[in-house]
């Protein structure tokens, strides 16, 4: 230590006598170096206040008296002297500079006493203080001619000693000082190309005297000496008094705020972040339980089947069950069914005796229908299709644009140089700096020669008929009412050349005084991204920094990818266009919307001319919106190509040939293309339909709804043509009553899976988005009306197929035919006995059997598991075709941005804020309430990754106060003449503003005052002379009514860079619980309304307020969902709970599984999963048969003598387990029951080994239909299928006595596979068009 101080003490010697000896030969008290003005410094080429200097004087320092010392008392007042004569060192002409110096300073640094007084304290004992010669040694000196005609020597350079904790104590009180307007530090401002995070007191004071900066008059060489050290000389440093900014400078005065000052903040506690992952020891603990919960079922089974086992090994055969009396539910189920039945059966009958009248009626019905698109409107609008109406993001959206305007519309370009070298550069002025690839004069050039056609370029706007430049839809904040090209807010680079070809040319030579060089622009970009507030670089260039609109450019908008602060290394430079939004009424879009089309097709061929060497990103505000428009084009021949697939699907597999002779006649084209004839129609039907009714539609409805729709319908198409084909006509049966009756059979269920699959789509309308409300609208009466039409125009096109096949007539051409004939025999099958010889017999291996049930306690454990590993949420990457632009922009956003998007907290009305405590309830400054709003969102800054928030909000109630301050120029009034009482700008020099400060002491204004002041704040333009102006920072964040009442103000602060669409829903969940704080401490200010609150809101929250509810939201609505699905099971099963249980189970597993498996596929969890999920829901499909078996087994007790005691009863309880969709159904009786039983020819090979369970042991069937006098195979017609089915033949005998064979009969439909693979690819193609 003593070395330290003692080599500190050799160098100031070596620097005094450097020093020119003759220039300040008196260092003694009492005593001025320099006296007086000479006039302006020949050195300082361009500056921005006037720049004179003093003379040298070496002489005793004057007494104060008069005018001078009552202006002492205000600029200075710690040189005065209250015990005697007060001497200063300054004239009243130099103490007036020194006044509008110290209010510039003043303007910014108010807002902390303590650095106001601490920085004016500097220049007050530089310039005024008596001993002055002490602490100064003046170092050159020019020859100036005196008014008089007497030679002076002009001070052109001094040395200033100050005691280093001095300096270190006003430095540290100043270094937290914010700038409400830009949420940065003031200090940004006052340390040249270091700035705020690498300043230090010898380079704040080293900017203050740099006479390159802007401001200094002349040259001022700071000198720290170290405590306890003497320069030697008679030099004694100046150690005066600094105020810590936590103390108050008197008693009627307070310390500075926490937002300024970090020893005033209060303890503040973090915020708890989000919660831990749930673990056990140091395993996942959702894993461990769900593994704990499988093995836990797998044990209850194995024990359960087990005990089975050994009970039926112990138990002799149980004598034969007495029938039992059917059940109330059993009977009032097949009262139902009849009903239906018979109901079906006279409408059947009746269509397919007059066909043609159907038809007609039926085409007129859709048509007429149809023709209500021409009143169709399509939502393209992102936030039309996502969010709620009544939301409450929407409704803050609507607050916000109705008091604020709607948010501004950003177009962006991001262009880096991949592969280019990066240099370095050594700066005469400023240091060795290295420059990345894409930061060269050759790319500079070509981003200005694209900012130059983007100006340039005019845009037709064929409503309003004329073109349509920049300047007419640009945000132009410091002109917005005729605003030109260069008021357009324009973030770039070359922003700090003024986008001027020229500047960016310059060249410069410069000395620092021990080496010359030449500076150019990469100087002067060093000192603009690190002082972006300069209005004047320290380089010989001389530039400013400001846009040529005249706002400042920050680097973390104009760069992307540096690292740390590093803007010289950036990998990307940004371009962002801002331009004003309007309302979809406003001509003025059009204006806007056209532009942006030239905007995207400039970029678009500037990426093309310089795609070798660069790469170019970019956006429009209309691209995403475009872009998904795009996609239905495109994908028109995708749809074309899937509809003619599923068509030629259709018709092979609704045909039965017998022979190759006859496969003209037993073709099912024209079939197959009236059934997606009334799919169409029922789709265009209901869409009209809700259109005339005033409903808008949407893209995916047009892309998606007819494929939903067509699953739907190709399902039923199915059913009932196999049916039909695999029923055989009963003697004396018309085709008439023939179709009448197979519609009987299948149409019931049916109808109940139909208004099941209605009723699911109509709880998924419940959903608070549009998109997913009109979709499942849509969804629901399109597939009302696809029963109404199959019912009506499909089975009419099946009666007269079948008059077609009948005579033996061609499919297409049925002017044609082969002559009469009938089928050699049962058509050709390839499945079927594929599956009834192999893979049935396997699954009902009394080894497979329970580890299949095994396996799908497993898949349910795993996809719980994998439920909760979903994320929630849809990146926007998602939404955009694969050939995007935007994929690329996205791409390079997410890499390069180093901020977020900015979030406004919004008052609405109910506030006061004119009164003190409404004031200090919102500032940040000194006096204002340690919770007030700007100070809780300071505190949350802090903690950005429990926050979302990276920069505190900017205030213009702060800047306000500062613009009030006495101090400065900001606030005067014209005191006489034609303007009396009005505002005077602080760049006037009228004589009538001299004196009318608009306050006469630094207090919070009265509410008259308030009130009338305000108006005059927010349409100050800002100045070099009061920069605190509001026009352009806060014009618009204040919404006034005419009486001058505030009815809504905003509060901006940034988001940290958010990626994903779970740290956007994060962001919004902490910010509106942050503006919960702030409502509850606003709203204990004495005369605030009970119903003001604060709101954030930022551009995206519509978007993402979805993804708060969507999870609750979906549990319900698939809860709800489920509540249909048991009651039609519930019906189609003969009313059987156990059984309705058990299909409900499995749905839920399905469900369950299904979740799971996109957590596998890493799919997110939205809007569009959940609308999938209820459309996958909606049809109860294991029920449409699974009431055929209800009745055989019901009938198991009653028919059936001769067989087997293990057969008889219980029997066919085992046969439940079958899966009897892949097995044919028995032949149907005549309705009425009591007619001659049919001669039936003998059972084919391929059915040898089944059982038929309806002839005699089905309810109703048997001894003439049984007590209800109605087939059992009537009432057990599920979706479709046959009545009766056969089993499997079980370990018995063969075939029973007294069982008539079944006919040989096709296979019920199978699920067809190859469509249901279509239908999936084109679902997953389209999703991305929902966002």
């Known amino acids: 230590m003593p070395g330290s101080v003692v080599l500190a003490g050799a160098v ?67 040189l005065v002297r209250e015990d005697g004569v007060t001497r200063v060192c300054c004239s009243l002409a130099q103490l007036n500079a020194l006044r509008l110096s110290v209010a510039l300073s003043g303007t910014v640094l108010s807002r902390c006493p303590a650095c106001a007084r601490n920085f004016a304290n500097l220049y007050c004992n530089n310039i005024c203080s008596p001993d002055q010669s002490l602490f100064t040694n003046v170092t050159r000196v020019v020859n100036r001619t005196a008014v008089q005609g007497r030679p002076q020597l002009a001070v052109v350079e001094y040395q200033c000693f100050y005691r280093q904790d001095f300096a270190d104590a006003s430095f540290n009180s100043c270094r937290g000082v914010r700038l409400p307007a830009t949420g940065g530090y003031a200090i940004d401002t006052m340390c040249g190309r270091y700035g705020a995070r690498l300043c230090t007191t010898q380079r704040w004071l080293d900017f203050q005297g740099d006479k390159n900066n802007g401001l200094a008059p002349l040259q001022i060489d700071f000198q720290l000496v170290p405590n306890s050290t003497e320069p030697g000389d008679a030099v004694v440093p100046l150690d005066g008094r600094a105020w810590r900014c936590d103390q108050a400078l008197s008693a009627q005065e307070q310390s500075c705020s926490c937002q300024d000052c970090a020893e005033s903040c209060p303890p503040v506690i973090a915020p708890p972040g989000p919660p831990p992952p749930f673990r056990i020891g140091d395993a996942d603990g959702a894993l461990v339980l769900c593994g704990l919960l499988f093995a836990l079922l797998a044990l209850l089974f194995i ?148 900012q130059e056609r983007l100006a340039a370029t005019t845009a037709w706007a064929p409503g309003a008929g004329r073109e349509v430049t920049l300047s007419d839809v640009c945000y132009a904040p410091l002109n917005p009412v005729e605003p030109g090209l260069g008021d357009c807010c324009v973030n770039s680079v070359t922003q700090y050349f003024q986008n001027n070809g020229t500047r960016l040319a310059m060249t410069a030579t410069q000395s620092d005084g021990k080496k010359t060089g030449t ?20 380089t010989a260039l001389e530039l400013s920094c400001m846009a040529e609109y005249g706002g400042p450019v920050f680097p973390y908008i104009a760069f992307g990818g540096y690292p740390g602060s590093e803007y010289t290394e950036a990998e990307a430079l940004i371009v962002t266009y801002s331009l004003n939004n309007f309302p979809p009424d406003d001509p003025r879009r059009e204006w806007v919307l056209s532009w942006e089309r030239r905007f995207l097709d400039v970029v678009g061929d500037f990426q093309r001319t310089h795609g070798p060497n660069l790469s170019v990103a970019f956006m429009a505000e209309r691209s995403l919106e475009d872009e ?176 077609r096949q009948e005579a033996a007539r061609f499919d297409l ?150 613009w009030l301050n006495p101090s400065g120029r900001c606030c005067r009034i014209h005191r006489s003449g034609n303007l009396s009482g009005e505002f005077c700008p602080s760049t006037s020099r009228d004589p009538s503003c001299l004196g009318g400060q608009c306050l006469n002491a630094t207090r919070r204004p009265t509410v008259q005052e308030f009130e009338r002041f305000l108006p005059w704040f927010l349409h100050d333009k800002p100045t070099l002379q009061c920069a605190k102006g509001g026009l352009g920072a806060y014009d618009t964040a204040v919404s006034m009514d005419a009486n001058g009442t505030i009815l809504a103000s905003r509060f ?109 596929w890493n799919i997110p969890y939205n809007a569009v999963a959940l609308i999938n999920l209820v459309a996958h829901r909606a049809r109860p499909r294991g029920a449409r048969r699974r009431r055929h078996r209800r009745h055989g087994q019901q009938g198991g007790g009653r028919g059936g003598h001769d067989q087997p005691a293990r057969h008889r009863g219980a029997g066919l309880r085992q046969g439940s387990a079958h899966p009897d969709l892949l097995l044919p159904p028995q032949p149907h009786h005549h309705p009425g029951g009591a007619g001659p039983r049919p001669r039936l020819p003998p059972r084919p090979p391929q059915l040898r080994g089944t059982r038929p369970t309806g002839a005699g042991g089905g309810r109703g069937g048997g001894r003439g239909g049984g007590r209800s006098g109605a087939p059992g195979g009537q009432r057990g017609a599920g979706c479709g299928a046959g009545p009766q089915q056969p089993l499997l033949r079980g370990p018995g005998p063969g075939p029973q006595a007294g069982l008539s064979p079944a006919a040989p009969r096709r296979p019920p439909h199978l699920p067809p596979l190859l469509f249901l693979l279509l239908l999936y690819l084109n679902w997953f193609s389209h999703t991305r068009d929902w966002v």
């Open 813 to 962: 051409c049925c002017c044609c035919g082969m002559g009469k004939g009938g089928p050699a025999g049962p058509g050709v099958r390839l499945l079927r006995p594929l599956l009834h010889r192999w893979y049935t017999p396997l699954l009902l291996h009394r080894l497979a059997r329970p580890a299949v049930v095994l396996l799908f306690l497993f898949l349910a454990c795993a996809g719980l598991y994998l439920t909760l590993q979903v994320p929630v949420g849809l990146d926007q990457e998602l939404a955009m075709p694969k050939d995007s632009y935007l994929l690329q922009y996205f791409a390079a956003l997410n890499r390069y941005l180093a901020v977020g998007v900015p979030t406004y907290f919004v008052t609405t009305g109910g506030y006061n804020f004119s009164s003190a405590a409404g004031t200090n309830g919102i500032c940040s400054s000194a006096g204002c309430d340690a919770r007030s709003l700007t100070h809780t969102i300071q505190y949350a800054t802090r903690f950005p990754n429990v926050s979302y928030l990276a920069i505190p909000a900017t205030s213009w109630v702060d800047d306000f106060l500062d």
């Open 519 to 538: 500076v150019d622009w990469r100087d002067h970009l060093i000192y603009c991204v690190n002082s972006p507030l300069s209005f004047k670089d320290i």
């Open 303 to 450: 024990a359960a089947l087990l005990c089975r086992r050994r009970r039926s090994k112990k138990a002799a055969a149980p004598p034969p069950a007495p029938p039992r009396a059917a059940s109330c539910s059993a009977r009032l189920g097949d009262a139902s069914h009849r009903v239906l039945a018979r109901a079906f059966r006279r409408w059947g009958a009746l269509v397919a005796g007059h066909p043609v009248v159907v038809l007609v009626a039926a085409a007129a019905l859709a048509g007429g229908l149809s023709a209500g698109l021409v009143t169709l409107r399509l939502t393209t609008d992102p936030v039309e299709l996502w969010s709620a109406p009544g939301s409450r993001a929407r409704q803050e959206k609507a607050f916000y644009d109705q008091h604020f305007g709607p948010f501004l519309r950003t177009n962006q370009v991001i262009v880096t140089a991949p592969g280019r070298p990066g240099s370095s550069y050594d700066s005469v002025v400023l240091g060795a700096k290295n420059f990345s690839g894409v930061l060269s004069e050759e790319v500079l050039r070509a981003l200005l020669e694209l």
């Open 1052 to 1160: 901006m602060a940034y988001q940290r860079p958010l990626r994903t669409s779970q740290e956007y829903t994060a962001a919004l969940r902490a910010a509106r619980a942050l503006a919960e704080e702030v409502t509850g401490t606003l709203r204990r200010v004495p005369g605030t309304r009970p119903d003001f609150r604060v709101f954030p809101y930022t551009v995206t929250y519509v978007y993402y307020e979805q993804y708060l509810t969507v999870v609750a939201e979906g549990v319900v609505t698939l809860a709800l969902c489920l509540v249909p699905t048991f009651g039609v099971s519930f019906l189609l099963l003969g009313m059987d709970l156990r059984s309705s249980a058990a299909t409900l189970l499995t749905i839920a597993m399905i469900l369950v599984d299904t979740v799971g498996a996109m957590a596998l």
């Open 628 to 803: 998904i428009n795009r996609t239905t084009g495109e994908d028109i021949p995708v749809f074309a190509i899937s509809y003619l697939v599923v068509f030629a699907y259709i018709a092979l597999a609704l045909g039965e040939y017998t022979a190759w002779r006859r496969v003209l006649v037993e073709s099912k084209v024209t079939l197959a293309l009236g059934g997606i004839a009334v799919v169409l129609g029922a789709v265009f039907a209901s869409m009209g339909f809700l259109a005339l009714l005033g409903l808008p539609s949407s893209l995916i409805i047009l892309e998606v709804v007819p494929f939903l729709v067509l699953a739907v319908g190709a399902d039923n198409i199915f059913i009932f043509v196999q049916e039909y084909q695999q029923s055989q006509r009963e003697p004396g049966e018309t085709r008439e009553q023939h179709i009448g009756r197979v519609l009987a059979q299948v149409a019931p269920s049916m109808l109940l899976c139909s208004v099941s699959e209605v009723i699911c789509f109509l709880l998924g309308a419940l959903s608070s988005m549009p998109a997913v409300r009109t979709f499942a609208l849509t969804a629901a009466v399109a597939i009302a009306f696809d029963f109404l039409l199959q019912m009506s125009g499909f089975v009419a096109l099946v009666a007269l197929d079948a008059r």
């Open 12 to 78: 100031l010697g070596a620097l005094l006598a450097l020093a020119a000896p003759t220039l300040t030969p008196i260092h003694r008290a009492g005593y001025c170096a320099f006296y007086g003005e000479c006039g302006r410094n020949p050195e300082v080429n361009v500056s921005l206040v006037p720049s004179k200097v003093p003379c040298l004087s070496n002489t005793p320092a004057r007494a104060a008296t008069g005018a001078l010392l009552k202006l002492l008392r205000t600029v200075c007042p710690e």
